[in-house]
């Protein structure tokens, strides 16, 4: 299956767009590319369409690669949803072997990136793709504090505007806005992605109590949750005294009677199922509060632009600042990181470390995490 792109016209918020839509020769049209290419030529305010040809082009590239298919075992798998970090990462280094200048490869790096995010936001991707985009032998480097900004700290929500979120959570019922509220916060203190809310048995009832006993002479103490993850890795993760006592209603006060087996159910005893419960819940949420508030226009953005995994860009963080004010050499962020949200990569570990210091102004941190840098990640 081979993919072109054609450009057309159509009408849009009062004018006319040139935008571009990508097609195989049967006609058949790649969805998220079209829509993403419409988004791209909405917000071209000179309605040049170079923009959106850029785009089509590295789109058009980049799905022709992944769903070629011949008689040994392709290297790719043909739909762009299943492409994991390492995959992207061969793609990327294919495009220097043929000679792909470093301003084109940034270009294509910048597509693919903006095309993820806008996948997973409009619901065609279940999860967020999280690639590292690295390129060994680009010359242009992104210093660490340009890369901590543009990735960390513009999903980084402060708990004001956390609380405003909280606050405007769309439902007047009692179990449901209980429910809804448990799974922002758990997204802002334990840093979950969507899908765990609802797979792997994370918060089943009997397993949460056999974690948390309802033990009232050691609930003050220190404890951490279970987590299973991608490619079912376990991590625990510390739980705040705020979250647990939350938890705490679920399992053995006054919102126990509202579920059975699962933390997070449709109604009393039937699971929520949906990777996509908290994309949305998020969404509606942020939505509810725009409408009825107003805003700046810096800060509208920001709301617009969040996502719900921009609560685990902001729980990683905080568990840098966390560690900061433990004990000397009780909790070492570049190894606590890695264990509490299951990353893979010491390098994302290092971004998260230096937007939490990009965010008090701990300088030293800085340049000391930039001289380790390495890789462009955009």
């Not at 072109?4 to 020769?25: D, H, M, N, P």
């Not at 000391?368 to 840098?373: A, F, I, N, Y």
């Amino acid at each position: 299956m081979e993919f072109k792109y054609g450009f057309t016209e159509v009408f849009c918020g009062g004018r006319s767009l040139i935008t571009a839509v990508l097609f195989t020769k049967d006609f058949t049209y790649h969805k998220a590319s079209c829509h993403f290419l419409l988004e791209i030529a909405k917000k071209s305010k000179s309605g040049s369409k170079s923009t959106v040809k850029g785009r089509a082009s590295d789109l058009t590239r980049y799905l022709n690669v992944i769903s070629k298919t011949d008689s040994s075992n392709h290297f790719f798998p043909s739909d762009y949803r299943e492409i994991t970090e390492s995959q992207m990462n061969t793609y990327l280094m294919d495009l220097v072997n043929n000679g792909l200048q470093d301003v084109s490869i940034n270009r294509h790096i910048s597509t693919l990136s903006e095309f993820y995010s806008f996948a997973y936001k409009h619901g065609y991707i279940d999860e967020p793709k999280e690639f590292s985009y690295s390129v060994r032998t680009l010359s242009a480097k992104l210093q660490l504090a340009d890369r901590a900004t543009s990735t960390i700290l513009s999903q980084y929500i402060r708990e004001e505007d956390f609380n405003n979120i909280l606050a405007h959570i769309p439902t007047k019922d009692t179990f449901k806005r209980s429910r809804n509220e448990m799974a922002l916060k758990v997204g802002y203190f334990l840093g979950v992605r969507t899908h765990e809310l609802v797979k792997y048995g994370n918060f089943d009832i009997e397993r949460l109590k056999e974690q948390f006993p309802n033990d009232k002479g050691g609930f003050y103490e220190e404890a951490f949750i279970k987590i299973t993850g991608k490619g079912y890795k376990r991590r625990s993760v510390p739980i705040s005294m705020e979250l647990k006592k939350e938890l705490f209603r679920f399992l053995y006060g006054d919102l126990s009677k509202y579920v059975e087996k699962n933390l997070f159910e449709k109604k009393k005893g039937i699971p929520m199922t949906s990777a996509s419960y908290a994309t949305k819940l998020f969404r509606s949420s942020v939505d509810e509060y725009l409408s009825k508030n107003i805003t700046p226009a810096e800060l509208r953005s920001s709301y617009n632009r969040w996502v719900f995994h921009s609560l685990r860009h902001t729980c990683a963080t905080n568990f840098v600042t966390f560690c900061e004010g433990m004990d000397i050499g009780r909790y070492d962020p570049m190894l606590s990181l890695p264990q509490w949200m299951g990353h893979s990569d010491d390098n994302t570990s290092k971004l998260y470390i230096c937007a939490e210091a990009l965010l008090f102004k701990r300088l030293e941190v800085i340049k000391k995490l930039d001289s380790m840098s390495i890789y462009d990640r955009l």
